[in-house]
């Protein structure tokens, strides 16, 4: 059973920086494709960066691009999001997801992950 744990938000204001993490656990969790998905009020969840289970290929979506950063640890278990240049339209629960497997086409959807965290909420002022 793999196991998600984010941690690292907090309140800023615009424009700083902020750095979430996720531990993971769990007997294949470097096999796994990790993404963090953010909920904001009123909102759907929307994918805002993936990372490849093999490769360690990157992808993020139009909103965040060049903004933030995924990554993982050295160990491959904890997962990294890099957050810069934060807007007050970045505020949203942040959630730590992952799968076994999820074809390219797919990692968009917020249904092609099976294994989530409970969340940390980021909340950038004006």
């Known amino acids: 059973q793999v196991q998600l744990v984010e941690s690292g938000g907090g309140v800023v204001q615009a424009g700083d920086s902020l750095t979430l993490s996720c531990a993971a656990s769990?007997?294949?969790?470097?096999?796994?494709?990790m993404a963090w998905v953010r909920q904001a009020p009123g909102k759907e969840r929307e994918v805002v960066a993936h990372i490849r289970s093999i490769n360690e290929y990157t992808y993020y979506a139009d909103s965040v691009k060049g903004r933030f950063a995924i990554s993982r640890d050295n160990t491959g278990n904890t997962l990294i999001l890099q957050m810069e240049s934060l807007k007050p339209e970045d505020t949203a629960v942040y959630f730590c997801?992952?799968?076994?497997?999820?074809?390219?086409?797919?990692?968009?959807?917020?249904?092609?992950?099976?294994?989530w965290g409970q969340g940390t909420q980021v909340t950038v002022a004006k």
């Open positions: 769990g007997g294949t969790v470097r096999r796994l494709a």
């Open positions: 997801a992952a799968s076994g497997h999820v074809i390219l086409s797919a990692i968009w959807s917020t249904q092609s992950y099976n294994y």
